[in-house]
């Protein structure tokens, strides 16, 4: 069987640190001291440039491809045959399209993706959200490591993870401050955990949910409160186990094509009697236990009460 030949894809917009986290992970971290031969493709000329005395020493190659139409597998499996390599760092251009890489993308036998990382820039992310949100979301989308580099005491840390999650839940998030140190200071939430009952706002929503979901244990016997629309249909597919409801909202991450439902499981033994579509004001109890719906264990509502409620004058949630 012929040994499988990794493929690191670094993802990002140019100027967001993929050169330096490459040159970082080969050079000062010694990824490559056990290795013959790397192989470097690069997609994109940044700021910083790698040195050939410093590739010399780790036996590493680099190759430029300047043009989507030229990362081609006849390209790639030249490379392959010249040099042999026992790894392959791709550096690809963060405004070519990534999803293909994934999708009907051939790569030459035996390589294959082992880990997809992307890079962002903290001081630049809402900014590319807001003005090119599929390009970045697609960068974003496969990672399973996102690195927030250039970050400060300003950057909103929660935000950040929420609007990641909300498109990429399995991504890890690494905070780097503009040192180049990992920022492990704890993320602040724009409400207060310690409280006997978590008042949640509509304007923390979805942050909220987000680190509920990603964080159960933390909320695991807590009380929480805050105003739902109601997921519970009586008849078809979407119709629920009797004694379970869903109360949720509507969130935005930042258009209208992004919108979705953010829902948790809620137990109630008197959910037949909470009408599909309706608002309502819960206070419930929340345990982390296991829940088919979450393939594993997840937060778990069980109201202490509920009350209905009037439509918000916004029906929509945002991570802001």
Same mark, same amino acid.
Not at 9 to 37: A, R, Y
């Given at each position: 069987?012929?040994?499988?030949?990794?493929?690191?894809?670094?993802?990002?917009?140019?100027?967001?640190?993929?050169?330096?986290?490459?040159?970082?992970?080969?050079?000062?971290?010694?990824?490559?001291?056990?290795?013959?031969?790397?192989?470097? &493709?690069?997609?994109?000329?940044?700021?910083?440039?790698?040195?050939?005395?410093?590739?010399?020493?780790?036996?590493?190659?680099?190759?430029? &491809?300047?043009?989507?139409?030229?990362?081609?597998?006849?390209?790639?499996?030249?490379?392959?045959?010249? @040099?042999?390599?026992?790894?392959?760092?791709?550096?690809?251009?963060?405004?070519?399209?990534?999803?293909?890489?994934?999708? +009907?993308?051939?790569?030459?036998?035996?390589?294959?993706?082992?880990?997809?990382?992307?890079?962002?820039?903290? %001081?630049?992310?809402?900014?590319?959200?807001?003005?090119?949100?599929?390009?970045?979301?697609?960068?974003?989308?496969?990672? %399973?490591?996102?690195?927030?580099?250039?970050?400060? %005491?300003?950057?909103?840390?929660?935000?950040?993870?929420?609007?990641?999650?909300? $498109?990429?839940?399995?991504?890890?998030?690494?905070?780097? *401050?503009?040192?180049? %140190?990992? +920022? /492990?200071? !704890?993320?602040?939430?724009?409400? /207060?955990?310690?409280?006997?009952?978590?008042?949640?706002?509509?304007?923390?929503?979805?942050?909220?949910?987000?680190?509920?979901?990603?964080?159960?244990?933390?909320?695991?016997? *807590?009380?929480?409160?805050?105003?739902?629309?109601?997921?519970?249909?009586?008849?078809?597919?979407?119709?629920?186990?009797?004694?379970?409801?869903? !109360?949720?909202?509507?969130?935005?991450?930042?258009?209208?094509?992004?919108?979705? $439902?953010?829902?948790?499981?809620?137990?109630?033994?008197?959910?037949?009697?909470?009408?599909?579509?309706?608002?309502?004001?819960?206070?419930?109890?929340? *345990?982390?236990?296991?829940?088919?719906?979450?393939?594993? *264990?997840?937060?778990?509502?069980? !109201?202490?009460?509920?009350?209905?409620?009037?439509?918000?004058?916004?029906?929509?949630? @945002?991570?802001?």
């Amino acid at each position: 069987m012929v040994e499988e030949i990794p493929i690191y894809l670094f993802t990002g917009f140019m100027d967001s640190g993929k050169t330096t986290l490459i040159q970082e992970t080969l050079i000062e971290n010694g990824f490559g001291d056990d290795c013959n031969s790397i192989l470097i &493709i690069s997609c994109e000329d940044g700021d910083v440039e790698y040195k050939p005395e410093d590739l010399e020493k780790i036996h590493a190659h680099l190759e430029v &491809i300047e043009e989507e139409e030229d990362f081609t597998t006849e390209k790639l499996q030249e490379f392959d045959e010249k @040099y042999k390599p026992d790894a392959v760092f791709v550096e690809y251009n963060g405004t070519w399209d990534v999803g293909r890489l994934y999708d +009907d993308f051939s790569w030459p036998v035996p390589w294959a993706i082992i880990q997809s990382l992307a890079t962002v820039d903290a %001081e630049t992310f809402e900014m590319y959200m807001l003005n090119m949100r599929a390009m970045m979301q697609e960068n974003l989308f496969n990672a %399973e490591v996102v690195i927030f580099n250039r970050c400060d %005491e300003n950057t909103n840390k929660a935000k950040f993870r929420a609007t990641v999650k909300a $498109f990429n839940r399995k991504a890890q998030l690494v905070y780097e *401050k503009k040192d180049g %140190e990992i +920022d /492990d200071s !704890p993320e602040e939430l724009p409400f /207060d955990v310690t409280q006997d009952v978590i008042d949640i706002t509509d304007a923390d929503y979805a942050l909220w949910f987000m680190d509920c979901m990603d964080n159960p244990k933390k909320y695991d016997g *807590k009380t929480v409160k805050f105003r739902a629309l109601v997921y519970n249909p009586t008849d078809g597919k979407g119709k629920l186990k009797p004694g379970t409801f869903v !109360p949720g909202r509507f969130a935005m991450t930042c258009c209208v094509e992004d919108i979705q $439902f953010l829902g948790m499981k809620c137990k109630y033994s008197d959910a037949a009697k909470i009408t599909h579509k309706s608002w309502i004001d819960i206070e419930a109890r929340v *345990k982390n236990e296991f829940a088919k719906e979450y393939k594993g *264990k997840g937060p778990v509502l069980y !109201p202490i009460s509920i009350t209905q409620a009037e439509k918000p004058e916004d029906e929509l949630v @945002y991570f802001n």
